[in-house]
């Protein structure tokens, strides 16, 4: 129980671990704990950027987003106006398309119609000049008679 | 005991607290040795367990990742930043000798109290059946060992005062403090048995808590075998809170000391 030579080679022993652990177990240690809270920061540090980043780039989506719900808005009217307006040219043109065909149509009746009705009083005057002449027994000039015709025909209302 | 029921229950507690001696003058085993003595068996399984320590350590330390951790360099760093953090709490300089002078006295420390946990005959009786009489097997019940480390703290301390204040402001301190410079014998005898309180608090209260320890765990050895069990199972488990809880107040407490050593108060 007396204090002895142990103490001396106690004090000793525990001096070298001391050192040992000062020189080649704590800087070791501390240096890699060090890293992994530098490294942990540097992490956490860019979790948050990244989640700012993603905040505003989903701010950005959702601009873009409503731009391009805004322009297709637009673009869809604009195509309904000019849909409308189209519609409505083309009917116009229609309008103006059958008016016209109808007046042609009718331009060609009444030529058709003048043309019957000359060659009607034509072939009756031509009869009637035959039935003159056998009547009369005689021949008409038929230069003369052409003329006569035609004043007739000039005559006739209506033409 | 049941093999040694031909001695008495003194003896058997005399052997238990006895150390194996080695008188080095003489070079031989055997008591007698006075100041020339040294307990072997203190000072090889102290040896033994720092060494332990230390290589454990240093195993972790070489191949230390800052990584993911694995289990092992997971428990050791959970070791390390305990005694970082009680570092940090108490001593506010800048050392590179303070922190793992902790670590140090922490895991020794708790190696040696934790052999405590051993059941008393296990390793005396295989070092008898070897030849070897006696075998005191926790370090820290022997003074020598408690001592040894109080010391060596002791001596860091004077190391650190004169370093941070130089000769003339620790005499400073010694002759002015508490009281002024007029009461400066009295202020002088006070600091010398403060000072000298410190190491002798350390060595004795792990010491006492140790070797009481160590004495009920010979008693209940002493008992009948089914009286041991009520009795060791509980004072084993109480145990294992004491033994961790003498090295961390030896850490604590050399932290303290050394941190006062280097400021002024």
Redesign the interface.
């Known amino acids: 129980?007396d204090?002895?030579?142990?103490?001396?080679?106690?004090?000793i022993?525990?001096?070298m671990?001391?050192f040992?652990?000062?020189r080649?177990?704590?800087p070791?240690?501390?240096?890699?704990?060090d890293?992994?809270q530098q490294?942990i920061a540097e992490g956490l540090q860019a979790a948050e950027r990244s989640e700012n980043e993603l905040k505003l780039s989903q701010k950005h989506i959702a601009d873009q987003l409503r731009e391009a719900k805004h322009q297709a808005a637009e673009i869809i009217d604009h195509a309904n106006q000019r849909a409308v307006r189209i519609v409505e040219e083309g009917k116009d043109t229609a309008q103006k398309e059958g008016q016209r065909l109808l007046e042609m149509a009718q331009n060609d009746i009444e030529q058709e119609r003048l043309s019957a009705r000359d060659a009607l009083i034509r072939e009756l005057s031509e009869i009637t000049i035959q039935g003159v002449e056998k009547i009369l027994q005689k021949n008409v000039d038929h230069a003369t008679h052409s003329r006569l015709v035609d004043q007739l025909i000039a005559e006739i209302p209506g033409a | 005991m049941t093999e040694q029921h031909t001695i008495t229950a003194s003896e058997y507690i005399q052997h238990h607290l006895t150390n194996l001696q080695f008188n080095v003058k003489t070079m031989t085993f055997g008591e007698g040795g006075g100041f020339w003595t040294l307990n072997v068996d203190t000072f090889l399984i102290s040896i033994a367990l720092g060494l332990t320590v230390i290589l454990l350590f240093r195993s972790v330390a070489k191949s230390m990742t800052s990584g993911v951790p694995g289990k092992l360099q997971n428990f050791i760093e959970v070791i390390f930043e305990f005694v970082d953090q009680q570092v940090k709490d108490t001593f506010h300089g800048r050392s590179i000798l303070i922190a793992p002078l902790a670590l140090t006295i922490f895991t020794w420390v708790f190696l040696m109290n934790l052999m405590d946990l051993i059941p008393v005959d296990v390793l005396p009786s295989t070092a008898g059946a070897v030849g070897i009489h006696h075998l005191r097997v926790v370090p820290t019940t022997d003074l020598t060992a408690t001592f040894g480390m109080s010391i060596t703290v002791f001596l860091l301390i004077l190391f650190y005062s004169f370093k941070v204040k130089g000769l003339k402001g620790v005499f400073l301190e010694f002759f002015t403090k508490p009281f002024g410079i007029w009461f400066f014998p009295v202020n002088f005898i006070m600091r010398v048995v403060e000072e000298l309180a410190r190491p002798i608090s350390l060595a004795l209260r792990l010491f006492g808590n140790m070797f009481a320890g160590e004495l009920i765990f010979v008693l209940i050895a002493l008992l009948p075998w089914y009286m041991q069990w009520p009795l060791a199972l509980p004072w084993a488990l109480f145990h294992i809170l004491i033994i961790t809880l003498q090295a961390f107040i030896f850490m604590v407490l050399t932290i303290v000391y050394l941190s006062l050593a280097c400021e002024d108060h």
Request: proline share 3%.
């Open positions: 129980m204090i002895n030579i142990t103490l001396f080679g106690q004090m022993a525990f001096a671990f001391i040992v652990t000062m080649y177990i704590w070791p240690i501390l240096k890699a704990l890293e992994r490294r």
